[in-house]
């Protein structure tokens, strides 16, 4: 999968969720190896999520180098969730995937995903 085809899949996830209300890209590369996504979304309930994404085209195909995917309420005055790679909790199992839930603070063990597996995180939480 080449970098165009991979920002493709992102769109189509966005533009067929039902749970996404509306989307707006706030930047988009792609380069022959490599890219840049970062988007952000109106969830059906009116909660706001940013996410972001450099990713590039490894052996097993495409795969997030740094990510920020954070997930707010309708004020985005309280954090839901923001899961991120960021390198700053070396003692967490996952090091450096992780997820922080409800506030900073709350810090707990996550793994490496794309924006079209958030799509489909999200779609499952608000089913609940």
């Not at 707010?72 to 003692?91: G, S, T, V, Y």
């Not at 967490?92 to 063990?109: C, K, S």
Request: proline share 5%; net charge negative.
């Amino acid at each position: 999968m080449s970098p165009t085809d991979y920002l493709a899949t992102i769109k189509a996830a966005l533009t067929r969720s039902p749970i996404v209300q509306e989307w707006q890209i706030v930047n988009e590369m792609a380069l022959s190896d490599r890219g840049h996504f970062r988007v952000r979304l109106i969830l059906a309930n009116g909660d706001f999520v940013e996410a972001s994404e450099f990713f590039y085209i490894g052996n097993s195909g495409i795969e997030q180098q740094r990510y920020r995917y954070q997930w707010m309420d309708a004020q985005q005055q309280q954090l839901k969730k923001r899961w991120d790679n960021a390198p700053h909790f070396p003692n967490i199992e996952t090091f450096p995937h992780h997820v922080h839930v409800n506030q900073e603070d709350n810090v707990l063990p996550s793994h490496m995903f794309g924006i079209p597996d958030l799509i489909t995180l999200l779609e499952q939480e608000l089913s609940l």
